[in-house]
Structures are given as C-alpha cells and as structure tokens.
T-cell receptor, first 114, second 112 residues
Framework: DAGITQSPRHKVTETGTPVTLRCHQTENHRYMYWYRQDPGHGLRLIHYSYGVKDTDKGEVSDGYSVSRSKTEDFLLTLESATSSQTSVYFC?????????????FGPGTRLTVT | GNSVTQMEGPVTLSEEAFLTINCTYTATGYPSLFWYVQYPGEGLQLLLKATKADDKGSNKGFEATYRKETTSFHLEKGSVQVSDSAVYFCALPNTGGFKTIFGAGTRLFVKA
C-alpha cells in the first residue's frame, strides 16, 4: 500500500472557524491532489500540486486554499468553514509509472461543519 | 477535453452472478484507462488499467478490455462475491496528463 496518511480522520467544527487538513506521503511522488466526495456529486478536484510550492485550482476551489512547503506534505485550509463544506475529503498522490499516472488515495477525512 | 460516462447504479446481484459495468469515454488520442474501486469507509484504490488499445487489464477476477472502436472499457467479473460490494469508478487522464477524470461511480451490492 502507498504510504499516504491524512489527519485528522474525523473533525467536527463550527461555521466560521478555520480548518486545516493534512496529507502526508512517504512515496516521494511529485503530484498531490485534494478531492471532496459528496453523494450525487462524485469525486471533485479542489486543488492540486505539481511540485513544492507549485499548486493550482481544481474545479471547486472557492473557499479553499492549499500549501506545499515540502514534497511529503500537502495542506488544505478552509479559511472560514461553511455548512456546504461538510464532506469527505481525500488526498491522492501520483507519479508517472508503467505508462500512466496512477493515483493512490489516502483514507479520507470526514469533516462536519455545524 | 477528455470525458468518461459510466452506467448508473446501484447494481444489485446475487453471489456468483456475472457482472458488467459499462464505461465509455471521449478522448484525444489513446490515453490509459482505469478502473478504481472504493470499499465502504475507504479511499479509492486502483483495480486495473490498460495503457493502449486492445489491452486487457485484470485483477482479483475483474477484467476490462480497451476497445478503441467502441470507445469503451467495460468492467466484467464472472462470479461476484459479497466482498465485491463497493463503488466502482471508471477513469482516464485529462488532456494534459497528470490529472484524472473520474466517472460518477457505480455502486454494486452483492447479496449472499
């Protein structure tokens, strides 16, 4: 199994508070991604990174920011959490191997905003 | 850009039944194609892939053949087990390459 951990695994927070989710990898993969998964919406890309300090927006980036100060860590921050950000958040990593970019996913963080 | 469409679920089967989950794609060129599986409470994991036309990917009894004539990559298994109950995602890379486009997912329930 790819070495990807996410913390925390579960969090309940109040509307308006800042929240930071952490993704940590031990695979030295260049690419890292944050997704959210919601019923009826499938998997949606929030932000991604293609190297240290190199990040870009995905399809649902409003209200989220990211940072990657070293290869192994990719942080997702909700500056001021809203109820619409209640979701399950997945981190993924990838690298070019065997003719393709396979993605490896972390176990997820379940976030509830009350 | 590239896109993928997979059959809606849920799909409910009895143990030992034959499984097909349809997936069709639109793409520039011939990108790699993937099936990912998500078991309850877990993240997605790669189930199988095919990197060129006419390739067959296989793993854990599941198979899918990359068919460029029909732009399809249908997932099949000859005899499903209760432990196969999960959500299955068809996927392919975006036009640029390192981002992945996922289908909506098909939930499979297998009854004993």
């Amino acid at each position: 199994d790819a070495g990807i951990t996410q913390s925390p695994r579960h969090k309940v927070t109040e509307t308006g508070t800042p929240v930071t989710l952490r993704c940590h990898q031990t695979e030295n993969h260049r690419y890292m991604y944050w997704y959210r998964q919601d019923p009826g919406h499938g998997l949606r890309l929030i932000h991604y990174s293609y190297g240290v300090k190199d990040t870009d927006k995905g399809e649902v980036s409003d209200g989220y920011s990211v940072s990657r100060s070293k290869t192994e860590d990719f942080l997702l921050t909700l500056e001021s959490a809203t109820s619409s950000q209640t979701s399950v958040y997945f981190c993924a990593i990838s690298e070019w191997a065997s003719g393709s970019y396979e993605q490896y996913f972390g176990p997820g963080t379940r976030l509830t905003v009350t | 850009g590239n896109s993928v469409t997979q059959m809606e679920g849920p799909v409910t089967l009895s143990e030992e039944a034959f499984l097909t989950i349809n997936c069709t794609y639109t793409a520039t060129g011939y990108p790699s194609l993937f099936w990912y599986v998500q078991y309850p409470g877990e993240g997605l994991q790669l189930l199988l892939k095919a990197t060129k036309a006419d390739d067959k990917g296989s793993n854990k009894g599941f198979e899918a053949t990359y068919r460029k004539e029909t732009t399809s990559f249908h997932l099949e298994k000859g005899s499903v087990q209760v432990s196969d109950s999960a959500v299955y995602f068809c996927a392919l890379p975006n036009t640029g390459g390192f981002k992945t486009i996922f289908g909506a997912g098909t939930r499979l329930f297998v009854k004993a």
